[in-house]
């Protein structure tokens, strides 16, 4: 590990925090969507984040973050009726996404701002490694 | 050792650790929304002890098969960092204090540098003799 490592860590940070930015712009997007069923209702993703391990010989070192795998929001699917809708089920009922705006919000204040701090991580790094370069001189 | 490396003291030592630090910093701020991720930090006093004691106490492999003693880095002991707050997702970054560790660690290596530089206009002064 050194400086020299900084940009591949925090690279995977930055990648692992816009894709999270991009599911969230996808569950607003869809937080309208209405369905003809509760299988099919729109459900908001949810990134979820492990960290890269690396052998070394001093035990797993933490080489970065990545999204292992997407997962649901397991929040209750709204039902209204409207009859009249064409994708009213039998019962008159469709289904709503269960998107919650708020928490989506809260979610991307947090996301951009972890992406700051991470871009701030890598160009403290780029100047010590100018200022490396520099030595002697 | 030769003369060139005893000149310029411990600042590359000091310099080689920091950027191990930040490293290691980089890596919990990458994390800081990793659920059950623990944040790690170098501790000083074991790194200033274990460069105190030189190589003597550290065990050298002779067999790229062998066994590496776990946990026995060249700057001691990565330690996971106490937290003061408790979270429900179980990470234990705490993202100011982090950034806080971080810039600290990026002034002590600038510092270092700083040092350096003295020791090599020293150094060349005396080569040159102007």
């Given at each position: 590990m050194g400086i020299a490592n900084i940009y591949r860590i925090t690279g995977t940070a930055l990648n692992s925090h816009s894709k999270q930015l991009d599911l969230i712009a996808k569950n607003m997007a869809n937080s309208q969507v209405i369905s003809g069923s509760e299988a099919t209702a729109y459900r908001a993703l949810r990134p979820i984040f492990t960290p890269i391990l690396d052998a070394t010989m001093q035990g797993d070192e933490v080489m970065g973050v990545q999204v292992e795998a997407l997962g649901v929001s397991t929040a209750q699917i709204e039902k209204q009726r409207m009859p009249?809708?064409?994708?009213?089920d039998g019962n008159g009922y469709v289904y709503l996404a269960n998107v919650n705006m708020v928490e989506e919000m809260t979610n991307m204040i947090q996301a951009s701002r972890a992406y700051q701090s991470n871009v701030e991580v890598m160009n403290t790094s780029k100047d010590l490694m100018l200022r490396t370069l520099t030595l002697g001189q | 050792m030769s003369l060139l490396d005893t000149a310029f003291g411990v600042s590359p030592l000091t310099l080689r650790y920091r950027s191990e630090r930040s490293a290691q910093l980089a890596a919990n701020i990458a994390n800081?929304?990793?659920?059950g991720y623990l944040a790690k930090d170098y501790d000083f006093d074991s790194a200033l002890r274990h460069a105190i004691a030189g190589s003597e106490s550290t065990l050298h492999s002779e067999h790229p098969h062998h066994i590496p003693v776990q946990g026995q880095g060249e700057f001691g002991d990565t330690l996971y960092r106490v937290p003061t707050k408790a979270v429900s997702n179980g990470n234990t970054v705490e993202e100011e204090i982090e950034q806080a560790a971080f810039s600290e660690n990026a002034l002590r290596y600038q510092s270092s540098l700083q040092f350096l530089n003295g020791s090599i206009r020293s150094l060349r002064l005396a080569i040159k003799g102007e």
């Open positions: 009249e809708h064409p994708l009213a | 800081a929304a990793t659920p």
